[in-house]
């Protein structure tokens, strides 16, 4: 399994402690943001701040995000040629994309027409920049974009399969009631628990989203066996949104053990 830290989890760290904590970790590399409480790179430049992860050994493994991007306009457009220029300036393999989360545009016909604009949109960017954009399905009820079966074929429809890549999230796969796993298309995994034992899976948020371990509900080390196991073998990103893990004191040695958990069991069930 191939590790790597997403800003989210630890978005109260600086850049660069990010990256001392991901290198650390022994991650393969991070996922930086442009959509937590802090600048992105805390206003390197590009290019140095992918220089300095170059030097702890780290891989920029994704730059979020446009959103909604299935929203295709001028503007969203041009989020997008500006996040492509970020990324190739500071060696970022890939950006993400992030479709609409408001309970608009979910009609059968219209979110698929929706998403076919954007990604014909999309596309040409991605072939003049030679890079690879993440696409995340979002399992939320009020989510236009939920299947995973949909993207890939909208995807195909458009002839993206070089340069799209779906985002398996083990959160929202569990809110979208799962479904078949694309390992050949997934670019990214991340991983999250649910622990509290009283929600329903329709009451689950991102507030919820701690680290993974015994008492996780959403079945991640199970996720992450099957995408190995079918030839997935891209990174294994933690994404904690919950306030209790962003204050953690001591985030390393939570982070490790949860790795070092989840990789046991891997182990234990390969047996």
Known sequence: M???????TVPNLGYIPFLELAAKLGCVGVEVRN?????????????EAGQIASDKGLRLVGLSQVYPFNDWNP???????SLIATAKASGAETISLIP?????????GERQANLRVALKGVLPLLQDAELTALVEPLGFQRSSLRSKIELVEMIASVGGEDHFKIVHDTFHHTL???????PEMTGIVHISAVVDPKLGVSQLEDEHRVLVDEHDRLGNVEQIASLLAAGYDGPVSYECFSPETHALDDPYSKIKRSFDFISSRLQALAA
């Not at 959509?35 to 290019?47: G, Q, V």
């Not at 503007?75 to 040629?81: G, L, P």
């Not at 609409?100 to 059968?108: S, V």
């Open 100 to 108: 609409r989360n408001d309970g608009t545009a979910l009609g059968n």
């Open 2 to 8: 191939q590790t790597a830290l997403n800003h989210m």
């Open 176 to 182: 979208a009631d799962g479904g078949p796993i694309f």
């Open 75 to 81: 503007e969203r457009e041009d989020a997008v040629k």
């Open 35 to 47: 959509d937590i409480s802090r600048p992105l790179f805390d206003n390197l430049d590009p290019a």
